[in-house]
């Protein structure tokens, strides 16, 4: 059983269009993350948030920008995609923040493939 | 700043031989977790296996087990008797827990394993 999910697993959009990638889960996990990762590179954290705060990373394009409306869901949006945006993005859940109990795997969906015509 | 390093790009095994995938990491803050996921060519992130950086013995999960040596900072993952399905991507990666928790995993590069018949 899927535990978090993404939605589409295929994206296409024009450049310059905004996207909405969507990702949600059934854990209940306090921890939700964004990555980015371009081809045959790896995955690069672009944000997270722990419950409803926010975290990004300090060089995450101000293009990408999240929104976590309940528990359960948290968005990725893309405002004006280039070309450059082309990759796969993966969300990723964990229970806790680490201090105090450090044994939690972040669990990942399948990842959503977007591409820019 | 933390970073991970994986220096074999690209391996290729024998069915059911052992293989070693290495990393090392660098760090100054004495609480962290590293972990070894594994990534085939369908493009969802697999959790292989967990050692935090407090834990006296290695960890094993089946058929992986992590070559953990904190003095070197190196966590190498042993594959015991490969498969075919082994075929893939594998990432190593640390997240640290200093400072109220984890902020996400760093990636290493990868190393792209396949096992030949």
């Known amino acids: 059983d899927a535990m978090v999910i993404q939605n589409p697993r295929y994206q296409v959009t024009q450049f310059g269009k905004p996207v909405t990638l969507s990702c949600s889960q059934t854990?209940?996990?306090?921890?939700m993350y964004w990555y980015q990762q371009k081809s045959s590179q790896a995955p690069k954290l672009l944000f997270h948030?722990?419950?409803?705060?926010?975290?990004n990373e300090a060089d995450t394009p101000d293009n990408f920008q999240s929104r976590r409306p309940n528990t359960s869901f948290c968005f990725l949006d893309i405002r004006s995609p280039g070309l450059g945006d082309a990759a796969m993005y993966l969300c990723?859940?964990?229970?806790?923040?680490?201090?105090?109990?450090?044994?939690?795997?972040?669990?990942f969906g399948d990842g959503t493939r977007l591409s820019i015509l | 700043a933390q970073k991970i390093t994986q220096t074999q790009p690209g391996m290729f095994v024998q069915e059911k031989e052992a293989v070693t995938l290495d990393c090392t990491y660098d760090?100054?803050?004495?609480?962290?977790?590293l972990f070894w996921y594994k990534q085939p060519s369908s493009g969802e992130m697999i959790f292989l296996i967990y050692?935090?950086?407090?834990?006296?013995q290695n960890a094993t999960e089946g058929r992986y087990s992590l070559n953990f040596q904190k003095a070197r900072k190196s966590a190498n993952l042993v594959i015991s008797a490969s498969q075919l399905g082994d075929s893939a991507m594998y990432f190593c990666?640390?997240?640290?827990?200093?400072?109220?928790?984890?902020?996400?995993?760093?990636f290493g590069k990868g190393t792209h394993l396949i096992i030949q018949p």
């Open positions: 990723a859940t964990s229970r806790e923040k680490g201090a105090g109990d450090s044994n939690q795997p972040q669990h």
């Open positions: 854990l209940n996990h306090n921890v």
């Open positions: 948030y722990y419950d409803k705060d926010f975290n």
């Open positions: 760090t100054s803050d004495p609480s962290y977790g």
């Open positions: 050692q935090g950086s407090y834990d006296q």
């Open positions: 990666a640390i997240a640290m827990y200093s400072g109220g928790g984890a902020d996400g995993l760093t």
